[in-house]
């Protein structure tokens, strides 16, 4: 089986590199994030990224609509413009955040990971591993606006940054589901969520597929803060400002120290962890979970 296809080959094949931003706000120069005016929005079809260069950060919005589903795609893009920006000296900080109303993340895409061949399955999770480490280990301070449900991948991705603010919308729950769907979460998943709300909390939580609403994902420390929701984006600024008053070197070496081990034990086995990603989820009992899973999604339509 081939498991070596690198992110950067991916990136090659599949994007057109930097766009200025397609859709509504393309040929405009938008106000950046932090409100200086003249900087110009760049990005990719599915990451509209909203530079405030002199403010030492920029806001990076998902926009992979309906629900910012983590497809190859996405993955690959979310991943070029971290890079983009973790290459660039002029920013320090990152707020992500939705730009699908109401919506985080779903979570990894169910169509990755159903019905497709043991090479694809391998290049996806090669791709998912890939985010979280660059995600997880970035030196740049990066904090997420959680506005909208953010499931299982999606809240992978927010467990990853330095600090998290949630919109306080009940409808807005967050959490590690796997188990609803018959599926695990693998063990650097378990890791990132231990590292956050700690073990007996993370035991629970990851058994019984729990989303925790607003309220309870601050009180478990899933969250750091809960703000009204037109104010999650101001509020991850405020935040912002505390992080980047601290010496860069001083935060990173530490972040770097607290985080490390977690990710060495992912490094150490990356390839063995493909493998039990592919044989897993090829399961005849696995694929079938997933139709029904997915089949049930698009019944509560009807
Ligand atoms: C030995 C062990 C080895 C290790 C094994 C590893 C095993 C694998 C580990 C995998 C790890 C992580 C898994 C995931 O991240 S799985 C994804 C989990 N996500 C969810 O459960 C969320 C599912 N979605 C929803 O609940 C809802 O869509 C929503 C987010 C609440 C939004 O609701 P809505 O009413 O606004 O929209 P809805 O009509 O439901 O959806 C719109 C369309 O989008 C499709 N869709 C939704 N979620 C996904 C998804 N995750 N992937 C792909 N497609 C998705 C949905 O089907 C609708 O499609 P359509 O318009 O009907 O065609």
């Given at each position: 089986m081939a498991l070596a296809v690198g992110i950067r080959g991916l990136t090659r094949s599949l994007l057109r590199p930097w766009?200025?931003?397609?859709?509504?706000?393309?040929g405009r120069t938008e106000p950046a994030?932090?409100?200086?005016?003249g900087v110009r929005c760049f990005g990719s079809p599915r990451v509209l990224v909203e530079p405030d260069p002199a403010a030492g950060f920029a806001v990076m919005k998902m926009r992979?609509?309906?629900?910012?589903?983590?497809s190859l795609e996405f993955l690959t893009e979310l991943l070029i413009s971290l890079e983009k920006l973790e290459s660039?000296?002029?920013?320090h900080a990152i707020i992500l955040t939705s730009d699908c109303p109401g919506i985080f993340s779903a979570g990894l895409d169910l169509m990755e990971m159903c019905g497709r061949d043991p090479t694809h399955y391998a290049e996806y999770w090669k791709a998912v591993q890939e985010l979280w480490l660059r995600f997880y280990l970035s030196h740049l301070v990066v904090i997420s606006a959680i506005n909208g449900v953010n499931a299982a991948g999606g809240c992978l991705l927010a467990l990853s940054c330095d600090y998290r603010v949630l919109a306080?919308?009940?409808?807005?729950a967050m959490g590690l589901n796997e188990t609803l769907l018959g599926i695990i979460a693998p063990f650097w998943f378990k890791d990132t969520l231990v590292n956050t709300v700690g073990h007996r909390t993370a035991e629970r939580a990851l058994q019984l597929g729990l989303l925790f609403p607003p309220a309870e994902a601050l009180q478990v420390g899933m969250v750091d803060k809960v703000v009204p929701e037109d104010q999650v984006l101001s509020a991850a600024r405020s935040e912002l400002a505390q992080w980047l008053a601290i010496p860069g070197h001083a935060r990173q070496l530490t972040k770097s120290l607290m985080r490390k081990p977690t990710a060495d034990r992912l490094l150490k086995e990356r390839d063995a962890d493909i493998q039990n990603f592919v044989r897993f989820i090829s399961r005849d009992a696995i694929q079938k979970a997933l139709r029904v899973y997915l089949e049930k999604l698009k019944q509560k339509k009807t």
């Amino acid at each position: 089986m081939a498991l070596a296809v690198g992110i950067r080959g991916l990136t090659r094949s599949l994007l057109r590199p930097w766009v200025r931003v397609p859709g509504p706000a393309r040929g405009r120069t938008e106000p950046a994030a932090g409100g200086g005016d003249g900087v110009r929005c760049f990005g990719s079809p599915r990451v509209l990224v909203e530079p405030d260069p002199a403010a030492g950060f920029a806001v990076m919005k998902m926009r992979n609509p309906p629900v910012n589903s983590l497809s190859l795609e996405f993955l690959t893009e979310l991943l070029i413009s971290l890079e983009k920006l973790e290459s660039d000296k002029a920013f320090h900080a990152i707020i992500l955040t939705s730009d699908c109303p109401g919506i985080f993340s779903a979570g990894l895409d169910l169509m990755e990971m159903c019905g497709r061949d043991p090479t694809h399955y391998a290049e996806y999770w090669k791709a998912v591993q890939e985010l979280w480490l660059r995600f997880y280990l970035s030196h740049l301070v990066v904090i997420s606006a959680i506005n909208g449900v953010n499931a299982a991948g999606g809240c992978l991705l927010a467990l990853s940054c330095d600090y998290r603010v949630l919109a306080d919308n009940p409808k807005y729950a967050m959490g590690l589901n796997e188990t609803l769907l018959g599926i695990i979460a693998p063990f650097w998943f378990k890791d990132t969520l231990v590292n956050t709300v700690g073990h007996r909390t993370a035991e629970r939580a990851l058994q019984l597929g729990l989303l925790f609403p607003p309220a309870e994902a601050l009180q478990v420390g899933m969250v750091d803060k809960v703000v009204p929701e037109d104010q999650v984006l101001s509020a991850a600024r405020s935040e912002l400002a505390q992080w980047l008053a601290i010496p860069g070197h001083a935060r990173q070496l530490t972040k770097s120290l607290m985080r490390k081990p977690t990710a060495d034990r992912l490094l150490k086995e990356r390839d063995a962890d493909i493998q039990n990603f592919v044989r897993f989820i090829s399961r005849d009992a696995i694929q079938k979970a997933l139709r029904v899973y997915l089949e049930k999604l698009k019944q509560k339509k009807t």
